[in-house]
């Protein structure tokens, strides 16, 4: 069984369109994130959910927006999409609020193009 | 401003040797520390972790250890097997920052020999 699972793995598209990508977690856990790895494989938090809260937004573009419509889902819908948008994408949970176990469980990844 | 580096972007050791992983960091207010571990194409995967009460925590092959007055911990992969090979990130939060927040190393790719 897929613990958290990303869909697509792939996604190529060309500048100025709108995608999404949709993140699925059946570990039981609260919270929810988004990271992006970039060129240099540095790995950054975007955004994070609790019981389908906001509470971590880092510096990201407003072209990014997650939406939690329940706390076993996380998509990230990304808008006017840029050359530099190209990157890893990992979507990941865990159940620090509850256990104060820091360990965070990650989706495989979804490698974006933008071309 | 990188708060955790690993300054060794990869190593190279013989199978049933010991692998030394390291990471620095630069922020005091850091207390939990978590090593994982990448396969290509994979999302990284939890190996171990250390509160900043501990100085050092087992697991299996794996150890951490930890020194907070020289801001570094270390992990130490024994003996070390073929499918250890794999980039290891080293990554820190703090309470105060709300542990959610995990800071990444840029991490090390770890080459086993057979």
């Known amino acids: 069984d897929t613990a958290v699972s990303q869909t697509p793995k792939y996604l190529v598209t060309q500048m100025g369109n709108d995608k999404s990508i949709k993140c699925e977690q059946n570990?039981?856990?609260?919270?929810m994130y988004w990271y992006k790895q970039d060129s240099k494989k540095f790995l950054k938090i975007m955004f994070s959910?609790?019981?389908?809260?906001?509470?971590i937004n880092e510096t990201v573009p407003n072209r990014f927006s997650p939406k939690s419509p329940d706390k076993a889902h996380l998509n990230l819908h990304i808008n006017s999409l840029e050359l530099g948008d190209s990157a890893v994408y990992f979507c990941?949970?865990?159940?620090?609020?509850?256990?104060?176990?820091?360990?965070?469980?990650f989706g495989p990844g979804t490698r974006l193009t933008v071309t | 401003d990188q708060q955790v580096k690993q300054n060794s972007p990869s190593l190279s050791v013989q199978e049933g040797r010991i692998s030394i992983l390291n990471c620095d960091y630069t922020?005091?207010?850091?207390?939990?520390f978590l090593w994982y571990k990448k396969y290509p194409a994979e999302g990284p995967t939890f190996l171990i972790s250390?509160?900043?009460?501990?100085d050092k925590n087992e697991d299996g092959r794996f150890t951490v250890f930890l020194n907070k007055s020289a801001k570094h911990l270390s992990l130490h992969i024994v003996p070390s097997q073929p499918g250890d090979s794999a980039v290891y990130f080293c990554?820190?939060?703090?309470?105060?920052?709300?542990?959610?927040?995990?800071?990444f190393g840029t991490g090390t790719r770890l080459t086993i020999i057979p």
């Open positions: 990554a820190a939060s703090a309470k105060s920052f709300g542990n959610e927040k995990l800071t």
């Open positions: 922020n005091s207010m850091f207390d939990y």
């Open positions: 959910y609790n019981n389908k809260e906001l509470i």
């Open positions: 570990l039981g856990h609260d919270t």
């Open positions: 250390i509160s900043s009460i501990k």
């Open positions: 990941a949970s865990s159940l620090s609020r509850v256990t104060g176990v820091y360990e965070q469980y």
